[in-house]
Antibody, heavy 119, light 107 residues
Framework: EVQLVESGGGLVQPGGSLRLSCAAS????????MNWVRQAPGKGLEWVSY????????YYADSVKGRFTIYRDNAKNSLYLQMNSLRAEDTAVYYC????????????WGQGTLVTVSS | DIQMTQSPSTLSASVGDRVTIPCRAS??????LAWYQQKPGKAPKLLIY???SLDSGVPSRFSGSGSGTEFTLTISSLQPDDFATYYC?????????FGQGTKVEIK
């Protein structure tokens, strides 16, 4: 069974940093591209970042470019999102999501971890 | 960037109704379109990819259609478990975009 479990969320002050983790199991993690998607309270879904299976290719939404870094450790079956210079508008539930085998839609999602940026 | 538009934002329906949820792209996206269902406090769940391909395990009352800029998610006979918010998504690896969502509520 495919499982994605996020962790690392919490309360952080504006300008602070946080690292999110996503532990993957039930599939060959190193064979799949991965994404982070976020959802602000009461709002819709916003894609944040993409990383290819071999880590060579990464993409970011304009809203986080230069502040967030996506990376992965295939030996540990883990995906990460390093978030720096956090702003109030980064407050959201952050989901990791696997890119489907037939394309780049998101076929499996984690349960999400809440990041709150507030003083 | 390609914009995805879903309207209405809320749709009221009854159990047994046939429900259609539209989604429009700001420019042609061929069939690079997915649909997701999200219930309160839960992660989204993939329903449809490639505009019309049903994901594994998704009930056959769900179907997707369209190509280019106009797409539709259809629920042939609404069930109690289907009251949720539905999002369309143009997918690609460098700038995927979601619609604003359509909430299907009980009439």
């Amino acid at each position: 069974e495919v499982q994605l479990v996020e962790s690392g969320g919490g309360l952080v002050q504006p300008g602070g940093s946080l690292r999110l983790s996503c532990a993957a199991s039930g599939f060959t993690f190193s064979s799949y591209s991965m994404n982070w998607v976020r959802q602000a309270p009461g709002k819709g879904l916003e894609w944040v970042s993409y990383i290819s299976s071999g880590t060579s290719t990464v993409y970011y939404a304009d809203s986080v470019k230069g502040r967030f870094t996506i990376y992965r450790d295939n030996a540990k079956n883990s995906l990460y999102l390093q978030m720096n210079s956090l702003r109030a508008e980064d407050t959201a539930v952050y989901y990791c999501a696997r890119a489907g085998g037939h394309g780049d839609y998101f076929d499996y999602w984690g349960q999400g971890t809440l990041v709150t940026v507030s003083s | 960037d390609i914009q995805m538009t879903q309207s209405p934002s809320t749709l009221s329906a009854s159990v047994g109704d046939r429900v259609t949820i539209p989604c429009r792209a700001s420019q042609s996206i061929s069939s690079w379109l997915a649909w997701y269902q999200q219930k309160p406090g839960k992660a989204p769940k993939l329903l449809i990819y490639g505009a019309s391909s049903l994901d594994s395990g998704v009930p056959s009352r769900f179907s997707g259609s369209g190509s280019g800029t106009e797409f539709t998610l259809t629920i042939s006979s609404l069930q109690p478990d289907d009251f949720a918010t539905y999002y369309c998504q143009h997918y690609n690896r460098y700038s995927p975009t979601f619609g604003q969502g359509t909430k299907v509520e009980i009439k």
